[in-house]
């Protein structure tokens, strides 16, 4: 497989900072940096990690399952993170992730049919401070009520959306 | 930057760059006291830094409040084996937020403190941990290991001392589990990340089978002050035992929740309403959740409590990870307990079955209650199953998900009874699913 000479970079990078004979140690960054780059976990995949870390496919296969954030199948362009746990909960979250549902025509883990949109309820994110939180792929949203979660969506929709970690 | 406004009251020591320009860059560091610790700890035996943190009174900020400096101690120096410096950025704990804010903020207070734990068993490698969430963290870390190495506080022979250090950042990928430090290890090693007999705890046998000093982020950012200004100076910030000050992260019903970074020891009450500023909309205080969802909750009459490791662990609760849930007096602790086991029944990596079965049919059990199938004897079989999970699993997650189970129980049982009444008069019972 080929990837981009960032992600080559990163992995030539991940390859070195781990003991000699350790390179397993590698598996779980490369899933994960080479998701984002391709979309998702293909088998392809696995089998060009195992034989950069040298282990077997299986070893690879093996921790795709336990890590949530690993996908066999591909999320949206947008990955829609919901954070549900108690701080959030305790400010409105519940509420947010029904209106989340419903604004979307999502259920949880569902992608919208044109690819844009994917949405998911999830464990907490590490913003409890600044609740309600969510996150569209790794872009921070603090604070967020279910008219700023709207016009969060309305501009993935009409691709004015922009990065910004709160 | 912050997401927050400070208070007055705060007293800043470990978050005191937080608000300079360009907070993260190595020369604003290097001319608001950084890596002076260091340079002094190079001129340290190893004995002596650690005598030092033991003075010092730091404890463990990821949870278990376990003494810093004896943890070092721990670590075997003469194996011929090499040795690893791991850092805990997992940060996963629900209600706990500030990790995030010193990586974010002030990465190479964290380096510097990481390089000294490095000196003290002379290991040459060391890995910051960062769950994959914090992905924009890993840039910003990243990008500061870059400026030590170019300034010579990373790579070769570390200002001329003749010992060589590397960090390297790693990304987790989503598991709570990791955050425990046999596990954290596992997921290191490219595995799935389920925990380790014990002992050997990691500090004789940890990462790569080699002995390991494994601290959360903010223990290893409080390091640098402790060797700037003295171990006596921080244990005089704190109370007994319990050294320094800790970010405090209050979320939930408070006017200003907020990451605060007050005294060890701080009275809960005063943290409420002198820096948060009271309970939101006028309403009355229920209960708080002191240390992050693990711990169990203390309710309002409970809460005139200083907030140290030994205050809590005598109120039958712990000061955990330092994340504060404030609840008010409208919150449906039915839904706080349902929601807390989901999460610890999501998280459970399967490994022990007390764990794995337990908090799935807990969740169950308070899935069915919520949703108005609950039975009497439901309040007391919770109880019963949380009580068989406690010390029977490798890990502490069954313990995570059983103490404050139980916590809700003991302490709200009212309002499993009324949740009872309340379902019995509008709905009928269903059958009993097996659970």
């Known amino acids: 497989m080929t990837f981009s000479p960032e992600l080559e970079a990163r992995f030539a990078k991940l390859l070195e900072s781990y003991p000699t004979g350790r390179q397993r140690s590698a598996v779980v960054p490369m899933l994960l940096y080479a998701q984002d780059e391709i979309g998702c976990v293909t088998q392809e995949l696995v089998e060009e990690v195992a034989h950069r870390c040298g282990v077997t496919p299986l070893q690879v296969d093996e921790v795709i399952g336990y890590y949530s954030m690993l996908h066999r199948k591909p999320l949206g362009k947008y990955h829609v993170q919901v954070c549900t746990n108690i701080a959030c909960q305790a400010v409105g979250a519940e509420e947010l992730w029904d209106h989340a549902c419903e604004r979307l025509r999502l259920g949880n883990k569902e992608v919208s049919p044109d690819g844009l949109i994917s949405l998911e309820e999830v464990e907490c994110l590490g913003a409890c401070s600044w609740a309600p939180a969510i996150q569209i792929n790794y872009d921070f949203h603090h604070h967020v009520t279910p008219e700023r979660f709207d016009r969060l969506m309305d501009a993935l929709a009409n691709g004015s959306y922009s990065k910004k970690a709160s | 930057m912050r997401y927050n406004e400070p208070s007055p009251l705060e007293q800043m020591i470990i978050s005191y760059r937080f608000d300079l320009p360009n ?46 400096g004896m943890k070092w101690s721990f670590v075997p120096r003469n194996t011929g084996k090499p040795t690893y410096v791991i850092c805990n950025s997992d940060e996963s704990e629900p209600g706990t937020c500030k990790d995030r804010l ?14 000294i734990a490095g000196w003290t068993i002379k290991s040459n490698k060391g890995y910051i941990f960062i769950r994959g969430e914090y992905r924009y963290l890993i840039e910003i870390v990243d990008r500061a290991i870059a400026e030590a190495y ?5 790579g070769k022979n570390i200002l001329g001392s003749g010992w060589d250090f590397d960090v390297y950042t790693h990304t987790g990928a989503g598991a709570y589990e990791c955050g425990e430090e046999s596990a954290l290890l596992e997921s290191l090693e490219g595995k799935r990340g389920i925990p380790r007999l014990k002992p050997p705890f990691p500090a004789v046998v940890g990462a790569f089978q080699s002995p390991t000093i494994l601290n959360n982020c903010e223990t290893y950012s409080a390091v640098p002050w402790i060797f700037r200004n003295g171990g006596a100076a921080y244990a005089a910030l704190g109370t007994p035992k319990n050294g320094g000050t800790r970010l405090m992260c209050v979320s939930g ?24 500023g009271g309970i939101r909309n006028g309403k009355k205080l229920k209960a708080v959740i002191p240390g992050g969802s693990s711990s169990p909750i203390l309710k309002a009459e409970e809460c005139d409590i200083p907030l140290d490791f030994d205050s809590l662990a005598k109120a039958k609760t712990m000061a955990g990870s330092g994340g504060l849930v404030v609840l008010d007096e409208d919150t449906d602790i039915v839904a706080v307990a349902l929601r807390t086991i989901k999460f ?17 049919w807990l969740k169950k059990i308070l899935s069915r209650f919520h949703d108005g199938g609950g039975l009497q004897s439901d309040i007391d079989l919770i109880g019963e199953l949380a009580g068989n999970m406690l010390g029977r699993t490798f890990c502490a997650l069954g313990d995570a998900a059983a103490m404050p189970t139980a916590a809700f129980i003991a302490k709200f049982r009212g309002e499993f009874e009324a949740y009872l009444n309340k379902s019995r008069s509008t709905q009928s019972v269903p059958e009993l699913a097996v659970v």
């Open chain 2, 102 to 115: 010193l990586m974010e903020n002030d990465p190479h207070q964290l380096i510097e403190g990481m390089l």
């Open chain 2, 344 to 360: 610890y029944a999501h998280e459970s990596c399967g490994w022990c079955i007390p764990c794995r079965e337990g908090t799935t």
């Open chain 2, 23 to 68: 907070s993260t860059s190595i020369d604003t560091y290097l001319a608001n006291d950084g890596y002076v610790a260091v340079k002094k700890a190079l001129a340290m035996t190893p004995e002596a830094i650690i005598e030092e943190l033991k003075v010092s009174s730091l404890r463990g900020r990821g949870g278990a409040g376990f003494p810093t």
């Open chain 2, 253 to 276: 019903h408070v006017n200003k929740p907020g990451v605060y970074e007050l005294p060890m020891g701080f009275p809960l009450m005063r943290l409420i309403n002198e820096i948060c």
């Open chain 2, 150 to 154: 170019e300034r010579g506080y990373l």
